[in-house]
DNA sequence: GCCAACGTTGGC
DNA sequence: GCCAACGTTGGC
C-alpha cells in the first residue's frame, strides 16, 4: 500500500481539528505535481500529517484516505481562496480528496529532528528548496520516521 | 518580516 | 518554445 505525506498549514486544518472532526476533505492543492500524487491516492493509503507554516513544522500524526479524489469544489467556488477562474470555462483543474483521523502523536516529530537523520535525507521534504505539498513516502522512510516518532 | 527557491504565466 | 517577471511556499 502506498504511503505519503501531506502538508497543511494548522490554522487551517491540524491533526487535532481532523482528530476532532474525524474527517475532512483535502483541498486547495494548486500545484500539478501534488495534484498528480492525489489521483493516485487510494481508499485506505496511509499518510503523514505534517504541520507546516507554523511555530513547530513537523510530522504530527498519520490520517487515512477514505475517498480518492474528485473534482475539488473550493476551484469553483469564488468565495474560496482556492478559486480558480478557469473553472468558469467548465473544466476544473484540480482534485480533492476525503481523510480521516488516524492518529495523533505526543508531540509533533520535528523537522529539525527529521533533518538530522541521516535515513531521511533522500526524503522529498528535506530536500533543498522542495515545496511539494503532497508526496510520496516509501517504506523505509515511513518506518523510520514513525521509530522517531514513537521514541518522541 | 525576510528571502531563497521554485512553479506559473504570458509576451514575444 | 524561451525566458523574464511575478506570485507562492515555508523555514527561519
Redesign the pocket.
Known amino acids: 500500500m502506498p504511503t505519503w505525506l501531506m502538508?497543511s498549514?494548522p490554522d487551517e486544518l491540524s491533526i487535532q481539528e481532523l482528530a476532532r472532526q474525524g474527517q475532512a476533505r483535502w483541498d486547495g492543492v494548486?500545484?500539478?505535481?501534488a495534484r498528480n500524487y492525489l489521483r493516485a491516492m487510494q481508499e485506505g493509503d496511509l499518510f503523514l500529517f505534517?504541520h507546516?507554516?507554523?511555530a513547530q513544522?513537523g510530522v504530527a500524526g498519520i490520517g487515512r484516505i477514505v475517498q480518492g479524489a474528485y473534482p475539488d469544489p473550493s476551484a469553483c467556488d469564488p468565495q474560496s481562496p482556492y478559486h480558480d477562474p478557469r473553472t468558469a470555462s467548465g473544466k476544473n483543474l484540480w482534485s480533492a480528496v476525503d481523510v480521516a483521523f488516524e492518529e495523533a502523536f505526543p508531540e509533533v516529530l520535528a523537522?529539525?529532528r527529521i533533518?538530522l537523520c541521516d535515513d531521511l535525507k533522500d526524503l522529498p521534504l528535506v530536500q533543498?528548496?522542495?515545496?511539494?505539498?503532497v508526496m510520496p513516502v516509501n517504506l523505509e522512510h515511513w518506518d523510520t520516521i514513525l521509530r522517531l516518532a514513537r521514541q518522541l
Open positions: 502538508k498549514e494548486r500545484n500539478f505535481q505534517y507546516s507554516s507554523c513544522p523537522l529539525s533533518k533543498k528548496g522542495s515545496r511539494l505539498s
